[in-house]
């Protein structure tokens, strides 16, 4: 018996000394098992403690217990039914996020697509010191735009619409912020996708932009949901430019806006139990984009699309 388990163990053995990897023993595995549970139990307690905090009515900021006596619900009731003292609703202040982050989102998307798409493909004059320049801004903090996005935003006024004191206004300056990313993001996939593929559609008669339409967009799915992702995520949570240019006006709020509200001046003033349920209703959203966008993200689609 000793001797046939060797002789299995034997192929085994000699493929992973041949691949240059050390035996997966015992003592390793134990050592590997105990770092993965302790990463994981110190990534989920501030979640499971977030979760106790929301469920727990003595509305106490240290829950002394992961299951607090008389759990209930009556939190996210509360938050769902008046989130702040302000004459705003849940839902009004959900659907501002909503439009802030689906637009920043979609412009990322468009915007940085077209321009990667020329950046990684088409030659022209200043070329490389555009990207330079792009890369530049990606290094520059966003708050470093605060003061000039807020004086030029407020001189478009058409009758009494201003720019800067709208939704739009408050995804448009997001957006610069977050096209540089988007640009290098996508350039960088695009420059992996084989230049073949669009030689054979040009032969086929197809044009430049129908081969960008038909043939890069496609291959380059994974990118493009991985921006729409971090997109949709920077407008979900944006709240400086928010506060800044929305302050004045609560029927623009967002989430973010009316979460940061209910922090009182002194800690005691906190409504900790409904704070806690705030805070998990508005990270719902980002965790329902990131499973409908998983497989897209987890999936490459170009890399091997052209056999030697």
């Given at each position: 018996m000793t001797a046939q388990v060797a002789a299995t163990r034997a192929p085994a053995v000699a493929a992973t000394r041949a691949s240059g990897k050390r035996p997966f023993t015992w003592g390793r595995q134990l050592v590997l098992q105990i770092v993965c549970i302790a990463i994981a139990v110190t990534v989920l307690f501030p979640m499971v403690w977030i979760l106790a905090m929301s469920l727990d009515p003595r509305n106490i900021a240290r829950p002394d217990s992961l299951f607090p006596p008389g759990a209930s619900l009556d939190a996210y009731a509360r938050v769902i039914a008046q989130p702040t003292l302000n004459p705003v609703s849940f839902i009004r202040l959900a659907l501002n996020s909503v439009i802030i982050a689906v637009l920043i989102s979609a412009a990322s998307v468009t915007i940085g697509a077209f321009a990667a798409y020329a950046f990684s493909r088409l030659q022209f004059r200043g070329r490389e010191f555009l990207m330079i320049a792009i890369l530049a801004v990606l290094m520059l903090p966003a708050v470093a735009a605060l003061a000039p996005?807020?004086?030029?935003?407020?001189?478009?006024?058409?009758?009494?619409?201003?720019?800067?004191?709208?939704?739009?206004?408050?995804?448009?300056?997001?957006?610069?912020?977050?096209?540089?990313?988007?640009?290098?993001?996508?350039?960088?996939?695009?420059?992996?996708?084989?230049?073949?593929?669009?030689?054979?559609?040009?032969?086929?008669?197809?044009?430049?932009?129908?081969?960008?339409?038909?043939?890069?967009?496609?291959?380059?799915?994974?990118?493009?949901?991985?921006?729409?992702?971090?997109?949709?995520?920077?407008?979900?949570?944006?709240?400086?430019?928010?506060?800044?240019?929305?302050?004045?006006?609560?029927?623009?709020?967002?989430?973010?806006?009316?979460?940061?509200g209910m922090v009182g001046q002194y800690a005691a003033s906190t409504p900790w139990s409904s704070f806690a349920a705030f805070s998990i209703l508005v990270a719902l959203p980002v965790m329902l984009v990131y499973i409908l966008l998983q497989k897209y993200i987890v999936s490459g689609l170009a890399i091997g699309g052209v056999k030697g």
């Open positions: 996005l807020f004086v030029m935003l407020g001189k478009f006024q058409v009758g009494t619409f201003n720019l800067r004191s709208s939704l739009f206004g408050v995804a448009l300056a997001v957006t610069a912020s977050q096209l540089p990313f988007a640009i290098w993001n996508i350039k960088g996939y695009l420059d992996t996708i084989p230049r073949e593929l669009e030689e054979a559609a040009t032969v086929d008669g197809a044009s430049r932009f129908q081969t960008f339409r038909l043939v890069i967009l496609p291959l380059a799915t994974p990118v493009l949901a991985v921006t729409a992702f971090f997109g949709f995520i920077a407008g979900w949570t944006e709240f400086q430019f928010s506060y800044l240019f929305l302050i004045g006006d609560t029927q623009n709020w967002t989430l973010a806006m009316a979460l940061n």
